[in-house]
T-cell receptor, first 117, second 109 residues
Framework: GAVVSQHPSWVICKSGTSVKIECRSLDFQATTMFWYRQFPKQSLMLMATSNEGSKATYEQGVEKDKFLINHASLTLSTLTVTSAHPEDSSFYIC?????????????FGPGTRLTVT | KNEVEQSPQNLTAQEGEFITINCSYSVGISALHWLQQHPGGGIVSLFMLSSGKKKHGRLIATINIQEKHSSLHITASHPRDSAVYICAASGAGSYQLTFGKGTKLSVIP
């Protein structure tokens, strides 16, 4: 089946620094990718929808200047957490629908655990 | 906005038991997804269905569109089935998923 990868799988950074997380669709093209964050023992919360070649759409309450999303190609979306703070520590997951039809199966990346010290 | 409710929130079963996890949603959808998340965090898509029933190994997913309800069944449960199971609904005309809060399943040997 289709595969979505994320890199890195975990990262520890100091407060005030920026961290980039990559999401790649390995064997299919994804014009749309989704970024989620998950706090311990909670469900996934959609942060933003990444659109290839255009600006990302952010959910209410998500700061677009803090969470920069770039979807420069049909197989790669990046999420950059700028000026990270300890409260940004979370599990970040991306997903991509496998195909051009609405409602197609979604493929999830393995996630990136971010710890900000 | 769709609301997705799952039950139970936590479930402990003995190995070999038949398990059912329920999911209900409030508005019409294009598809209902069942996902599995292991303690390490990675998520695996188990099923996507818009009608009827699907089976994969010991897992069975059903959906009743009229009642806006889906169930995930696990037959002959095994400790390796221990995970969080999440249902998620994709709305009509949208890729976006609305997630349930998940059901934490623990299967005891």
């Amino acid at each position: 089946g289709a595969v979505v990868s994320q890199h890195p799988s975990w990262v520890i950074c100091k407060s005030g620094t920026s961290v980039k997380i990559e999401c790649r669709s390995l064997d299919f093209q994804a014009t749309t990718m989704f970024w989620y964050r998950q706090f311990p023992k909670q469900s996934l919360m959609l942060m933003a929808t990444s659109n290839e070649g255009s600006k990302a759409t952010y959910e209410q309450g998500v700061e677009k200047d803090k969470f920069l999303i770039n979807h420069a190609s049909l197989t790669l979306s990046t999420l950059t957490v700028t000026s990270a703070h300890p409260e940004d520590s979370s599990f970040y997951i991306c997903s991509a629908p496998g195909g051009g039809n609405i409602g197609n199966e979604q493929y999830f990346g393995p996630g990136t655990r971010l710890t900000v010290t | 906005k769709n609301e997705v409710e799952q039950s139970p929130q936590n479930l402990t079963a003995q190995e070999g038991e038949f398990i059912t996890i329920n999911c209900s949603y409030s508005v019409g959808i294009s598809a209902l997804h069942w996902l599995q998340q292991h303690p390490g965090g990675g998520i695996v898509s188990l099923f996507m269905l818009s009608s009827g029933k699907k089976k994969h190994g010991r897992l069975i997913a059903t959906i009743n569109i009229q009642e806006k309800h889906s169930s995930l069944h696990i037959t002959a449960s095994h400790p390796r089935d221990s995970a969080v199971y999440i249902c998620a609904a994709s709305g009509a005309g949208s890729y976006q998923l609305t997630f349930g809060k998940g059901t934490k399943l623990s299967v005891i040997p």
